[in-house]
């Protein structure tokens, strides 16, 4: 055995160990004690370093409304606001910005620090500091001060989040550089989830098949080589995006226009969003709040709601960095119960190289190319936005807004509605590119990129509404030259269906907007059922052709249709792949259709095998679960869940999830081959009408408090359940009406 196996060896033995004793210090971790909203709010620093009082009004779901007299003090105030609630989620999240996994983990987390390291996330945070408007400035340096004063507290009483005890760690105060380097992970590009799969898939190919494959993928060619095919679709549909709508004032019943929003990200404890309401002199505002950032991202204002969308910005570019002039920096990455690790960070002048990390990995040198990478001022496009009265300002607050690249919605108090692509974007050419890894000689388009304001935006349609699913924009070009907006967009059965249901003559108010949310219902899928067993022949015997003939497209938990449908996709998906070729590839978010037409260009003789041997694989299913909630679950699980032999103890609540990849009610899963849980989808709801401050609803996908033990952990995943809403008033008269009351002293 050669020497750098052995060290091999001996590196994953001692990691797989750090990490069975982390697993078993948490295992043994006592669990907090429950508090009640009042026990919780005891522990928020009454003192803090304001210019004067400031009055916090607090529902029995612990979401606060804050009165200021002034908006330093406001920002103050959120600071506190969040740290109180999401303390140990923001730590994690500055963890993972700066890549320091391992001081937390062990060992196993080395790569993953590596990888995130190579991203460089802070990479432009020192210029965009220094770019900072003033006011901007002051508003972040003002919501750190308020973060500071919970954790100088926190440490002082030895209040701190019980995560912090449970690993072994401190908390440290937060820096300008730490929230914006934070924000920039929070912005990442969601094409890298696509690129990482196509890499695998590119590699695995002979040149020729790739190069048929690759159009393909990007819609602008004839189906590709069955074996490719296979691969690709393995994704049913998307893993990450939102739905966003808004009407008009001549489309709703009350005469005002309405919005409704509910984001798609990743399922755990805590939420990724807390809800709060505000009012100050220069800010008036309610909704969802990213943890740890000081802006309303989905919410209203008296005289505008907005909401956004992920729009697959092709806001990156992977290069061929081979034969150009690399660069090396050594950083040292702290583990926890393991020797110091020092790894090479290289870049190339086209970026850095993310290929030596686990997360793009490639045999060649790879460099990273990410408007990212460059200042931008989302924090202060967003502040615009809070304080905009009509659609005019709206669209000037989003002109330095860069990433994520978003579809954002806005409906006013004047009845009108609009939507605008935010994001900057290289000039690339009209063309489809040649492949996924580009020549260096493409990084002439990124020398001039368009930002926002060169970017459509439509106002006002006939039809009275609006609405984004992550669909490709019209034509999915800027006019300026025929730029890409973007190349992998989610598939079109969400957006249809949202159209469907905001259509028609009826005029809407916010229980219907409601209900749409809470869709279940895929109309294209018994179309590609007809087809699958049209294919058959005959009349297919068995309960699962049963099952499917019955079905109307609907993924309700008691749905056996969807339970076949979906199961025999992914039986399909399989049998169409060499052996050992899969490994759970996820290409494109088009996937499904891909499949379709995969199957649609094969002969009988080889698709009627592999037809009849999936409705099987499905009719045992069938016998086995019943109905899609039996395999198709809902688990909420604190984010520790994650490590290994702690999901038991992590969890807070199980059962059987509506929905699917393509649903409204979005609760994205793998391939169902087997029981599974939602790893992503619908993560929290909002909706606003216009014509009345207070008719605002809001609900989280578990609740406000990260704290565990808090009596608001988890007490709004039943209302998520049921489809019940939370109201959420921007009248400070409504709010001073909630149960609970703080007054903040300067000190």
């Known amino acids: 055995m050669t020497t750098e196996r052995l060290d091999g060896l001996r590196a994953r033995a001692g990691g797989a160990a750090a990490a ?54 406001l920002a103050v105030a959120l600071g506190a606001v969040h740290a109180h609630l999401r ?47 003033p006011a901007t400035r002051a508003w972040a340096e003002g919501f750190l001060r308020g973060v500071n004063a919970v954790i ?53 190919l002979a040149p020729e098949a790739w190069q048929t494959l690759w159009p393909r993928l990007l819609g602008s060619a004839d189906p590709p080589v069955p074996e490719a095919m296979a691969e690709v679709a393995m994704a049913a549909s998307a893993r990450h995006g939102s739905n966003a709508a808004v009407l008009a004032a001549a489309r709703s019943r009350s005469g005002g226009a309405l919005l409704a929003a509910d984001p798609h990200l990743s399922v755990a404890l805590p939420n990724i969003w807390l809800a709060a309401a505000f009012r100050a002199p220069g800010y008036h505002c309610c909704g969802l709040m990213p943890a740890g950032f000081p802006i309303v991202a989905i919410g209203r204002n008296p005289h505008l709601a907005w909401a956004g969308t992920s729009l697959h910005a092709a806001a990156s570019d992977l290069f061929d960095a081979a034969g150009l002039p690399l660069s090396e920096q050594r950083e040292v990455i702290g583990v926890r ?31 990273l190319a990410w408007i990212g990478h460059r200042p931008s001022d989302e924090m202060g496009a967003m502040l615009g936005v809070m304080r905009a009265t009509d659609g005019a300002q709206f669209r000037a607050a989003l002109a330095g807004f860069a990433v994520p690249g978003q579809n954002m919605l806005h409906a006013g108090s004047d009845g009108r509605i609009g939507h605008l692509l935010a994001a900057t974007l290289p000039r690339r050419p009209p063309a489809p590119p040649a492949d996924l890894i580009a020549p260096p000689d493409a990084a002439a388009a990124w020398h001039d990129p368009l930002g926002t304001p060169a970017l459509p935006h439509w106002t006002d349609p006939p ?29 079109g059965e969400r957006v249809t269906r949202l159209r469907t249901l905001l259509g028609g003559a009826n005029r809407l108010g916010l229980d219907d907007l409601a209900a749409v949310q809470q869709d279940v219902v895929v109309p294209g899928a018994p179309a590609l059922r007809d ?44 049998r169409l792949a060499r052996r050992g070729r899969l490994r759970g590839v996820e290409a494109v978010w088009t996937g499904r259709a891909l499949l379709a037409g995969e199957l649609a260009a094969m002969p009988d003789d080889d698709a009627l095998p592999l037809l009849r041997a999936a409705l099987r694989r499905a009719g045992r299913a069938l016998r086995r679960h019943g109905a899609w909630g039996r395999m198709h679950r809902m688990r909420l699980t604190h984010h520790l869940g994650l490590l290994p032999l702690l999901r038991r103890r992590f969890t807070s609540a199980e059962w059987a999830a509506p929905g699917g990849n393509d649903t409204l009610n979005k609760t994205g899963h793998p391939p169902a081959r087997r029981r599974h849980t939602v790893s992503y989808g619908a993560s929290a709801r909002f909706l606003a009408d216009l014509a009345d401050r ?54």
């Open 87 to 133: 303390l140990a989620q923001m730590e994690m999240l500055r963890r993972l910005s700066q890549g320091r996994v391992a001081e937390l983990i062990g060992p196993a987390g080395i790569a993953l620090d590596h990888a995130l390291r190579l991203f460089g996330f802070g990479r432009a945070v020192p210029a965009i500091i220094a770019g900072l408007a």
């Open 337 to 367: 119960g393991g020797a110091d690790r020092t790894v090479t960070l290289r870049t190339s002048p086209l970026g850095p190289i993310v290929s030596d990390g686990m997360v793009l990995r490639h045999p060649h040198p790879l460099a």
């Open 152 to 204: 100088g507290q926190g440490r002082l009483e030895g209040r701190l989040p019980p995560e912090f005890a449970w690993l072994g760690i401190g908390a440290a105060h937060w820096t300008l550089a730490d929230l914006f380097t934070a924000a920039r992970l929070a912005g990442a590009d969601v094409n890298w989830i696509v690129w990482a799969r196509l890499l695998r898939t590119r590699a695995a």
């Open 463 to 491: 039809c009275g509404f609006l609405a984004s699913a992550n669909d490709r924009p019209p034509d999915g070009r800027v006019p300026d030259g025929g730029v890409p907006v973007g190349f992998f967009f989610a598939a």
């Open 20 to 73: 069975l004793r982390l697993a078993l210090r948490l295992l043994r971790a006592p669990r907090p004690p429950e508090q009640d909203v009042a026990a919780r709010l005891a522990a928020l620093p009454r003192r803090l370093p304001l210019a004067a009082p400031v009055t916090i009004h607090w529902d029995a779901h612990q979401i606060p409304f804050i009165e200021a007299a002034c908006d330093d003090d």
């Open 694 to 747: 207070d008719a605002n609803r809001v609900v989280l996908l578990g609740g406000q408090d990260g704290w565990p033990g808090s009596s608001t952990f988890l007490d709004q995943a039943t209302l998520w359940g049921a489809g019940e809403y939370v109201p959420l008033p921007l009248r400070p008269e409504t709010a001073r009406g909630w149960p609970h009351h703080l007054t903040l002293t300067p000190g």
């Open 531 to 574: 087809a699958l067993l049209a294919r058959i022949g005959g009349t297919a015997p068995g309960r699962a052709a049963a099952a499917l003939r019955a079905w109307q497209g609907d993924y309700a938990p008691g749905s056996a249709g969807a339970l076949a449908f979906e199961v025999m996709l992914a039986d399909l998906a399989t």
